[in-house]
């Protein structure tokens, strides 16, 4: 199987988050995506995010009508940080005959030269779902430069512009303003139900 990774801290998973995912879905050809929910990322240490029990519930939620879409307890399951060397290893350890296709924004290929051992990690994934937003300027040769062999796995993935954060969401639900069709409609009610980002 072709199975993509997408990882994310999904605080709140939003409306967003589902087009990037079945975009790339449908483009790269994957039999499946794999959401990995990323308990405590390096590169947000200082940020304050909610915990991993409420974006879990969350999470599945938004991914319960959805056959393609399923959710990884790999960075749940272990103590972090958790890097994304260590996420693909483990999971091709649990998929050992199938394809592993890393999906990340333009910015993370931007920055995947400083990202912790970032050769390696390009070594392990079969192929780098790179998903671009109209007009995203990236200069993929000074990613080459840094490793020649990223070019053989970089897939572009055109995603239509969404200006779709979880922060603004969570700034909307605290501050009293509209944000329900900024989500599917039982994350909305989940949201509501419990209160969560009051």
């Known amino acids: 199987m072709r199975i993509g990774v997408f990882g994310g801290t999904f605080d709140p998973p939003h ?20 959401w990995v929910l990323t308990a405590s990322p390096p590169h947000k240490r200082i940020q ?15 991914l319960s009508k959805a056959d393609e879409f399923e959710i990884s307890r790999v960075d749940m399951d272990r103590p972090g940080p958790h890097y994304a060397l260590d996420t693909v290893r483990l999971l091709k350890e649990q998929y050992t005959d199938d394809e592993i296709i890393y999906l990340m924004g333009g910015d993370s290929l931007r920055d995947l030269p400083i990202w912790y051992e970032s050769e390696k990690f390009v070594e392990e994934c079969s192929e780098l779902g790179v998903m671009r937003r109209p007009g995203d300027e990236i200069n993929v040769e000074i990613v080459k430069n840094s490793n020649p062999d990223i070019a053989k796995k970089i897939r572009f993935v055109e995603a239509p512009l969404l200006e779709i954060s979880s922060r603004e969401i969570r700034e909307r639900i605290s501050s009293g303003r509209i944000f329900r069709y900024y989500l599917l409609e039982d994350v909305y009610k989940l949201i509501q139900k419990k209160r969560y980002y009051r």
């Not at 409306?15 to 794999?34: R, T």
């Open 48 to 62: 304050v995010i909610s915990p991993v029990e409420v974006r879990l519930e969350l999470l599945q939620t938004a």
């Open 15 to 34: 409306l967003g988050h589902m087009i990037l995912a079945s975009e790339a879905c449908d483009q790269l050809n994957l039999d499946k995506v794999l």
